[in-house]
């Protein structure tokens, strides 16, 4: 009996990591469909966006990198086709990463298709929405914090007179009036390195401009707290959130899918948990008395 | 000159007006052009912070340059970041960060290499989930209870199989967890006010570098 409980206490971290790969590999390859609760946050978020009325302004701000492209995904593949599926909507895409722009870029070729008589970027037509016309994308701006803060304080100066691509932008802007920060009625963020801190001091402070936040989870913490004393007005938490919008907005996508690897991960971890605890209580906590 | 500019008097003025048009019209309705200057201020630090990364780019470069040179410890990881790094330089400004032989560098290179790197992170826990979650004493039971609470509420099979857990663990990230990231919150902006008011009275000058160019003097 022993024997057993000294293995429970010495099994080798790679067989833990074999079990995982097998698990999360047969998890995302045959998903099971289990059940999946909508928690109050994510449907909050939902409605909010779906409150969108035409001629509102919407930035979506692509904080991502690509350590945390693959937990981000799932909200970039849901929320930002849900915005550009409201009417009258006007899109303003920036980016505070420098990487950033490549899955903002991702995010339009998989939502989106050319359009007519064009073959490549930034000109992409995504749920209706034509570029330069409905959305534009003004791209990376250096200085994370420092980015957010000033496009605050001057939003035209410093975005100057052409989007990343060097098209002229000042007469879309003109003509959907944005002059200033003030007139953006709505940040849609999504983090990977904690972006929403910055635009909570510096858009929602003076502006009260509303802000919808989906982050990684190592951000969440932070955007939980902003979220609870009002200062959010949805959060979407990593791939579980994700795949509760996208189950809502009926955007589906793989976040969906890795819901079952993803409880799978979950009770291994408990199980690992426990199997570590019987060894130690039988077997190593004994072998620490006898030494 | 060069001794007036590098003198704490002067870089001690810089800091004291540039906070006062920064701070001031923030918190204080202020008249024109108060709220102008600190709109250029603000908009001056983007330019500065583009100008920063070739400030970075050039000491990475001497550094790994010189760790290459002297055979220092790890130097063939010198090697290749400053190979790698002038490569990606060199592609993109003769390409443009939208062309092909660019965007296959980053696909192919820095994208796998960045999320392998963060996706490694889920077998060190499982790992340490068997090994560090132990219960030694009544902490380690607390601390076992809040995560396997967590857990099975973040698990949608866990949430489903034990419905009670949902809002016990919601309970825990609102209440248990938000009280711990507000205390982290506040200490870190207390210590940021602490941080500028000694910057303002001249006792931190560290910051600006003059007190590392004093010790080598």
Same mark, same amino acid.
């Given at each position: 009996m022993s024997s057993i409980f000294k293995i429970c206490a010495t099994i080798d971290r790679r067989v833990w990591y074999a079990l995982i790969f097998l698990l999360v590999g047969y998890g995302l390859l045959r998903p099971v469909g289990f059940p999946l609760i909508v928690g109050p946050e994510v449907k909050q978020a939902y409605a909010v966006i779906e409150s969108l009325k035409p001629g509102d302004v919407v930035l979506i701000n692509y904080d991502i990198s690509a350590f945390g492209w693959d937990e981000i995904k799932g909200s970039a593949l849901s929320m930002v086709p849900h915005i550009f599926s409201k009417e009258g909507v006007k899109v303003i895409l920036f980016t505070d990463q420098d990487q950033g722009y490549i899955y903002l870029e991702t995010t339009l070729k998989q939502i989106g298709s050319p359009m007519k008589g064009y073959d490549k970027f930034p000109w992409y037509e995504v749920q209706g929405k034509k570029y330069l016309e409905d959305y534009i994308n003004i791209g990376f701006i250096p200085g994370f914090d420092k980015a957010i803060a000033a496009l605050a304080s001057d939003f035209r100066g410093v975005v100057g007179r052409t989007d990343w691509y060097g098209n002229n932008i000042e007469a879309w802007l003109d003509a959907n009036g944005i002059k200033s920060a003030s007139d953006i009625n709505m940040i849609v963020t999504l983090d990977c390195a904690g972006a929403q801190g910055s635009w909570v001091n510096y858009w929602y402070l003076p502006y009260k401009t509303r802000i919808v936040n989906a982050m990684i989870g190592v951000s969440a913490p932070a955007s939980i707290n902003s979220y609870n004393v009002g200062m959010l007005e949805g959060i979407v938490v990593s791939v579980r959130g994700a795949a509760e919008y996208q189950y809502l907005s009926k955007y589906y996508g793989t976040a969906l899918i890795s819901m079952d690897a993803f409880s799978m991960l979950q009770f291994m971890l408990i199980i690992a948990m426990i199997i570590g605890n019987v060894g130690y209580y039988f077997w190593e906590r004994k072998q620490e008395k006898v030494s | 000159m060069s001794a007036f500019i590098r003198s704490r008097e002067f870089l001690l003025t810089i800091i004291v007006a540039t906070s006062f048009f920064i701070y001031f019209p923030y918190f204080v309705t202020s008249p024109e052009p108060l709220p102008s200057i600190e709109s250029w201020l603000v908009t001056t630090t983007v330019v500065i912070v583009s100008f920063a990364v070739l400030v970075s780019l050039y000491t990475m470069t001497r550094r790994e340059a010189l760790r290459v040179t002297k055979r220092g410890k790890g130097w063939p990881y010198g090697l290749i970041m400053i190979g790698l790094t002038w490569f990606m330089i060199i592609v993109g400004v003769i *390409?443009? *960060?939208?062309?092909d032989a660019f965007r296959f560098c980053t696909d192919a290179f820095i994208l796998p290499g960045d999320a392998t790197i963060y996706a490694i992170l889920v077998f060190y826990l499982t790992s340490a989930g068997a090994r560090a979650f /132990?219960? /030694?004493?009544l902490e380690s039971l607390v601390l076992m209870i809040g995560a396997v609470t967590v857990l099975l509420k973040q698990a949608p099979l866990g949430e489903y199989l034990f419905p009670y857990i949902g809002p016990v663990g919601s309970w825990m990230v609102n209440n248990v967890g938000m009280a711990a990231t507000r205390v982290f919150a506040i200490s870190a902006t207390l210590g940021g006010i602490v941080l500028a008011v000694r910057l303002l009275t001249g006792k931190e000058m560290a910051m600006v570098g003059l007190l590392s160019r004093r010790k080598k003097d």
């Open positions: - | *390409s443009g *960060s939208s062309a /132990k219960l /030694k004493n």
